[in-house]
């Protein structure tokens, strides 16, 4: 991958060749089943296959994709919480996942997640002051006698106020409790942040205010982040790299202008092409052919080429590999890569 | 664009709508006094927040509100009928028939119980007495003008055998068998990928053009609205506190809300800074959060939020014109009033 020769540091957290197929577990009647024909074999879903990515230390790497096309796994991957099928997790240069238990499980620290609906992830027995000191208590970072004080600090950090500690999630709006969500997450003092659609639910004076809080905390804690994300502008906002993902493979990694600015990847550029703006003035939409195909049976080759206005015959029969076409700018196509 | 409206013609006309919910001896209003026209053919774009009124907006105009909400308006005619006083017998000519409603959820309108052909022959047969094998052909082409290739296919098929985008697009064609003149459509494509949303919009395009439909298309999305509507309704807090042609609002708002919307949405300004990665971008945002139903200031419901209030913003401020068919309800908008 080029990502890491631009700068010469060692990625914080790197993905190497990383792929998750999730499949049916089978009993050994469905087993039996279906190799004497009367059940039809057991499908597989490949959500991630073979994904490179690296993220340097303070960046913001924007991860966008349709429903489907393996970007929360990928996220769950980075994180920890589902094991990659294939390839390897490092964190700064180490095998993280083969680490002993212990080591693993301080370094995990590190890494944590921020979730689409912080309602689902907030225990609602719970109050917010328990929820926030509840990680940092079980790993040891703080004391019991200390705990008032570091929740009150927690909450000013994202702009809530300190006597909120007593309330339950239900008492507060969603903006408020986005804001919990990533109190919690910065409540161990990680590094990197994976955000899974951490603003899709909110609205869009209250996503600017979530959007500023990310940015504010990035500049004082110097945090890093992936960003993953449905809505192209948020990620354009926010990013400085973007990586574009399409039926489990990754189809265009560029910096964010040069991503927005000259696609390459013929997916890119109808996603672009056709999300909304607020450019005034009534315009005709070209969408793009077809729907995203049922990720249980991809296309053969590039699996864009049914919808793709530009495919060869070379396109079905083989997946193009992902490409420099740029200086930091990789792209999968057949086009591109002749 | 349909600026120009005529009484007499419009779609959709409406004075004065509010929908209250009776609460410990006061009445709590989601919807407070708006009013809206629609003329044939015409995209209205209502865009608000959650909790400022929209929903229930689309649900009194199609006498879904159910008890203890309360609807009351001064003026209700819809596709040329006096809707004020009307019973459930006359919304039921209507419904279906004349005005249609495309949900955000299409499960909302399919029954995951029965094949789409059962559903399509049923909301055809309500209102008209075809043949079962006329409604099914009536149904085939319907799905076909939604862009449904396989319609025939499709027919036989179950809600839960097709993807979401597939499942909207059908619950569009259903609102779209009967001809109706309006159409209410609440978020449909929020839930949807780009490039599905993308299709949807510019099927809805198509076919309001091509047979002359109002469409009034509710969204949070001020993209949506400025790739899609002729006019647009700005919604805070159960009023509506700005209108008029799309272009004139999205690009001179004249009430501060308005104004906040737009900066606070990422695509607003994006180019200049897209490759200063590292610094701080920051967007420019409304303070404070909207009220909730019960909590709502006196007067002006967005004074505690607003950088322009003053103790005039007290009173609630009247619609006034900034120029023709544009108008804000502000007592110190962005543009000079119109005298």
Aim: proline letters at 7%.
């Amino acid at each position: 991958m080029s990502v890491g020769s631009t700068t010469g540091t060692m990625p914080l957290l790197a993905l190497q060749g990383v792929s998750k197929q999730f499949g049916s577990a089978q009993g050994w009647l469905e087993r039996g089943a279906a190799r004497l024909g009367w059940l039809p074999p057991a499908g597989s879903v490949q959500a991630v296959d073979q994904v490179d990515l690296a993220i340097m230390p303070g960046e913001v790497v924007g991860l966008v994709g349709e429903s489907g096309c393996g970007k929360s796994t990928l996220g769950r991957i980075a994180v920890g919480l589902t094991p990659p099928s294939a390839g390897e997790r490092r964190w700064c240069g180490e095998a993280i996942d083969r680490l002993p238990a212990s080591e693993r499980r301080r370094l995990q620290l590190g890494i944590q997640m921020i979730f689409q609906d912080p309602y689902a992830s907030l225990n609602p027995r719970l109050t917010v002051g328990e929820l926030i000191a509840e990680a940092p208590r079980v790993h040891g970072l703080i004391g019991r006698r200390e705990q008032g004080e570091f929740v009150a600090r927690s909450l000013q950090g994202v702009g809530l106020d300190a006597t909120m500690a007593s309330r339950y999630p239900h008492q507060f709006s969603g903006g408020q409790r986005a804001r919990i969500g990533i109190a919690r997450a910065l409540a161990v003092r990680p590094a990197f942040l994976v955000c899974d659609e951490a603003v899709a639910a909110l609205d869009v004076s209250v996503q600017a205010q979530v959007l500023n809080l990310f940015a504010d905390l990035r500049e004082q804690l110097g945090l890093t982040y992936l960003f993953i994300s449905h809505d192209l502008a948020v990620v354009r906002h926010l990013a400085d790299r973007v990586a574009v993902m399409y039926l489990g493979r990754v189809v265009e990694m560029a910096r964010v202008g040069e991503l927005f600015g000259r696609p390459a990847h013929p997916y890119t550029q109808a996603l672009l092409a056709e999300a909304p703006t607020l450019k005034v003035g009534k315009r005709q939409f070209i969408p793009i052919q077809g729907e995203l195909p049922s990720p249980l049976a991809p296309p053969s080759g590039c699996h864009f080429h049914p919808r793709c206005p530009h495919a060869m015959p070379v396109c079905s029969k083989q997946a193009p590999a992902l490409r420099e076409v740029a200086p930091g700018h990789d792209s999968a196509c057949h086009l591109t890569s002749g | 664009m349909n600026s120009v409206h005529n009484a007499a013609q419009a779609v959709l006309e409406v004075t004065g709508l509010s929908v209250g919910f009776a609460q410990r001896g006061t009445v709590l209003r989601a919807v407070d006094d708006i009013s809206l026209h629609i003329a044939p053919g015409e995209v209205l774009g209502l865009v608000g927040e959650s909790g400022s009124g929209k929903s229930m907006t689309a649900y009194s105009l199609l006498g879904l509100v159910e008890p203890p909400g309360q609807v009351s308006a001064d003026t209700f005619r819809l596709c040329g009928k006096e809707m004020r006083a009307a019973d459930e017998r006359a919304w039921r000519q209507l419904r279906g028939r004349r005005i249609a409603m495309i949900f955000q959820d299409p499960m909302m309108t399919l029954n995951p119980v029965l094949r789409i052909d059962t559903q399509m022959v049923e909301a055809i047969h309500a209102h008209r007495r075809v043949g079962r094998g006329a409604a099914l052909e009536m149904a085939a082409a319907a799905l076909q003008r939604v862009g449904i290739a396989d319609a025939p296919a499709r027919l036989h098929a179950y809600p839960h055998q097709l993807s979401g985008g597939m499942r909207q697009r059908v619950a569009i064609a259903i609102a779209l068998l009967n001809a109706p003149d309006l159409i209410v459509a609440d978020e449909p494509t929020t839930a949807l990928d780009v490039t599905i949303q993308a299709q949807i919009l510019a099927e809805m395009q198509a076919l309001c053009q091509a047979s002359g439909t109002a469409l009034l298309w509710i969204t949070h999305d001020l993209a949506v609205v400025a790739a899609l509507a002729d006019r647009v309704c700005v919604m805070y807090a159960g009023r509506i506190v700005e209108q008029g042609p799309v272009d004139q609002v999205l690009a001179q708002p004249a009430h501060p809300y308005t104004r906040g919307l737009l900066d606070s949405t990422p695509a607003a300004a994006p180019s200049q800074h897209a490759d200063n990665a590292g610094a701080t971008r920051r967007l420019s945002t409304i303070p404070g959060l909207p009220p909730a139903l019960g909590e709502r200031p006196e007067g002006c419901a967005f004074r505690p939020r607003c950088a322009r209030a003053s103790a005039a913003c007290l009173q609630v401020p009247a619609l006034v014109a900034v120029s023709p068919g544009h108008e804000v309800r502000c007592f110190h908008p962005l543009a000079r009033v119109s005298a």
